[in-house]
């Protein structure tokens, strides 16, 4: 559990155990939203409660998003890493993975490609390898960046506060770390080796940026690690956490979800799309204000329908491989995914399916150069 939370997991579970229709009606009427009330809206009972949820998310999406999505894009910039994380193909021990990092050039050259979907938000994603992905070559890649994108995120190694001072000032300004799991046994069996298997370090990525500047932090947990109802729990409680001790910053959740592919990680506790359904409309009651996301993870028909209930920011043409966009394909050589797009629709596409729905796309909602 979020180790700040006075309760244990065989408590949280059990108050889930206990939770009746009266406690997630209750839990509907109000404004203002606390933990329990989180609980409650994720707990078995708020199964049947769905059109009601559905509904006070929707305004609430309403009231802080309007009517518009943000879309961004991912940017792989290398897959080399020094962690052992069981479930990812990049972890160190896997043989079968071709391992990249790209040059300036090649980062240009995947930017521009991405630049030309119109695309004006981009996330750096990189493995674990601190020879390579040093705090230096990382600004010296927003630094270049930065005159192309008016926002730059970051998903890689956790790094320190100091570390993420010079980030900033590089021009990211946001940050995405998953926990993965809260429950630190589980954590370290997942993570065995590397520097990733040091769970505070991790658990504090968020609050050493936010220190430093940055002014969106990324949350989530590994759906299918852990039964996800205690992961929720946890995950509010860092939410609300670093909602007090990073006032000036916004939280953003991610749901991620492994969705069983053959030869892939079998996932010991799946979730169900019922269930995604259920946290994401139980999150957006109770932030309202805090952004969030959907995977392109998930199915098309799944993304285009939370966008207008939950999730108010989306990937779109997303390539999970260094060069995906641009490099390889010049190349000629094959992408090899770190986890399997079920939406892989081209940027134009997404674009239409949010109009669709009667959504406005946005590719700019900030600018700090303003
Ligand atoms: S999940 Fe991240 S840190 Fe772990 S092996 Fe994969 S790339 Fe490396």
Redesign the pocket.
């Known amino acids: 559990m979020f180790p700040l939370l006075k309760f244990s997991e065989a408590q949280v579970l059990d108050y889930y155990a206990h939770v009746t229709p009266e406690m997630v009606r209750a839990s509907l009427a109000k404004d203002r939203h606390d933990w329990f009330d989180l609980l409650n809206l994720t707990s078995e009972a708020a199964n049947a409660f769905k059109p009601e949820m559905r509904e006070k998310a929707r305004k609430a999406r309403i009231r802080y998003y309007g009517k518009t999505v943000s879309v961004y894009a991912p940017l792989y910039i290398g897959?080399t890493?020094?962690?052992?994380?069981r479930?990812?193909?990049?972890?160190?021990q896997?043989q079968g993975t071709v391992r990249r990092n790209l040059s300036m050039d090649e980062i240009r050259l995947e930017a521009e490609a991405v630049r030309r979907t119109g695309i004006d938000s981009l996330l750096i994603v990189?493995?674990?390898d601190p020879k390579v992905n040093t705090v230096e070559h990382l600004a010296e890649v927003g630094r270049m960046l930065k005159k192309m994108f008016s926002n730059l995120s970051l998903e890689v190694?956790p790094q320190t506060e100091e570390g993420y001072r010079e980030l900033f000032k590089a021009g990211y300004e946001a940050l995405t770390c998953?926990q993965?799991t809260y429950d630190p046994i589980r954590y370290k069996y997942f993570?065995p080796a590397?520097p990733?298997s040091n769970y505070d370090f991790r658990l504090w990525t968020q609050l050493r940026a936010g220190k430093a500047g940055f002014r969106q932090l990324g949350c989530a947990f590994l759906l299918g690690l852990n039964p996800w109802r205690p992961e929720c729990a946890s995950l509010a409680a860092h939410a609300f956490y670093l909602m007090k001790e990073c006032y000036e910053a916004k939280v953003q959740f991610a749901f991620p979800r492994f969705c069983p592919v053959e030869g892939g990680f079998q996932p010991e506790y799946p979730v169900s799309e019922d269930d995604l359904d259920l946290m994401m409309l139980a999150f957006r009651i109770v932030f309202p204000q805090c952004c969030m996301t959907v995977s392109t993870r998930e199915a098309p028909k799944f993304r285009d329908y939370i966008v207008q209930y939950a999730a108010d920011n989306m990937s779109a043409g997303s390539k999970v491989t260094p060069g995906g966009y641009a490099v390889l394909e010049q190349e000629h050589a094959p992408d090899v995914a770190?986890f399997t797009l079920t939406d892989s629709r081209a940027p134009q596409a997404v674009y239409d399916a949010i109009k669709a729905n009667g959504q406005e796309v946005v590719f700019k909602n900030w600018d700090n150069r303003i």
């Open positions: 897959n890493c020094i962690n052992s994380c479930y990812c193909d990049f972890r160190v896997h990189a493995g674990e190694a998953f993965e993570h590397g990733k770190q």
